[in-house]
C-alpha cells in the first residue's frame, strides 16, 4: 500500500522539492500552500502522470481548520504515514524596530504552526496504528543567530527543542521525529537579505564549495521519512556544505 506524505509550505522551494522528490518514490501527496493555485497545480499532474495521488490544500497551517483538512485529505489516501513541516517566513527587521505584531507573526507560523501539525497528525498516525516519520525544517540560524531576524532565529531554534521532545514523546508509538538544519540554500528567502555575489561568495567559502541546492535539501529529508533511517529519532541534521560545524 502506498504511503502518503503531508508537507506544508510546498508551493515552491524546499517544500516543492520534497513534495515532487516522494511524488517520485509514488508516495501520496498533501501539499499544503499559499496562494499560487497554478503552480501547485502543475505539481498534482506531475503526480497524476505517474500514477500517484495528490492533494493541495491552501491556507494557513497556524490555523486548526487547515491542519485539519490536510489530515483529512491524508486519511482519504489511506491515513498519515509522512509529515513535513516546512511553511516558514522570514520577514527581516531589525532588533530595535521590530514590532510586537512582527515577532508574533514569525513565531505562530515558525513554531506555533510546527506544534499545532505535529501535534494533530502524530495523533492521527497513533489512532491507526502507523508507525509514522516527521520531519520538522529548521535552520543553522537556530545556532548561530540571523542579523535583522531574532524572531525567526528564535523560532528555528524553539523547533529544535520542541522536534526532540516531541521524539521522546512519540517514540513508544514507533514515530520517529528528526529535524533538518539548512545552511544557505538557493532559494528565493536568503535573497531577502544578500545580493546573488554575496550568496556565491559565502557558497564557495564552504570547505565543500558550491551552492546548496533544494534537492540537497530533499534528498536529506525523504532519507529521514524512510526507513533507512529507522534508527534514528531525534537528530538535528545540518546540510550546509560544511559551513556550520556544531
Known amino acids: 500500500m502506498s504511503k502518503t506524505a503531508i508537507i506544508t509550505g510546498a508551493q515552491q522551494g524546499i517544500g516543492a522539492a520534497v513534495a515532487l522528490s516522494l511524488i517520485r518514490q509514488n508516495v501520496n501527496v498533501v501539499m499544503n500552500y499559499l496562494d499560487d493555485d497554478r503552480l501547485v497545480q502543475k505539481y498534482a499532474l506531475q503526480a497524476e502522470s505517474v500514477g500517484v495521488k495528490a492533494a493541495l490544500v491552501r491556507g494557513n497551517v497556524g490555523e486548526q481548520s487547515t491542519v ?11 491515513g498519515v504515514d509522512y509529515v513535513v513541516s516546512n511553511a516558514a517566513i522570514f520577514p527581516r527587521a531589525p532588533l530595535l524596530d521590530m514590532s510586537l505584531e512582527d ?11 510546527c506544534f499545532l501539525l505535529v501535534r494533530e497528525t502524530a495523533a492521527t498516525m497513533v489512532q491507526n496504528k502507523i508507525s509514522g516519520s516527521i520531519v520538522t525544517l529548521s535552520s543553522g540560524a537556530a545556532l548561530k543567530g540571523a542579523v535583522n531576524g531574532a524572531h525567526y532565529s528564535a523560532s528555528k531554534s524553539g523547533l529544535l527543542g520542541f522536534s526532540k521532545s516531541a521524539a521522546l514523546e512519540l ?17 528565493d528567502q536568503p535573497r531577502g537579505q544578500f545580493s546573488e555575489e554575496d550568496m556565491d561568495r559565502l557558497w564557495q567559502q564552504h570547505p565543500l564549495k558550491g551552492k546548496t541546492t533544494v534537492n540537497d535539501i530533499a534528498d536529506m529529508v525523504c532519507f529521514l521519512l524512510s526507513e533507512k533511517s529507522k534508527r534514528v529519532t531525534g537528530q538535528i541534521v545540518h546540510v550546509n556544505g560544511g559551513g556550520l560545524m556544531p
Open 68 to 78: 485539519s483538512k490536510l489530515i483529512e485529505c491524508a486519511n482519504n489516501f489511506g
Open 171 to 187: 517514540a513508544k508509538y514507533g514515530i520517529r521525529v528528526n529535524v533538518v538544519a539548512p545552511g544557505l540554500v538557493d532559494t
Open 103 to 113: 515577532w508574533d507573526a514569525v513565531l505562530n507560523l515558525n513554531l506555533r504552526a
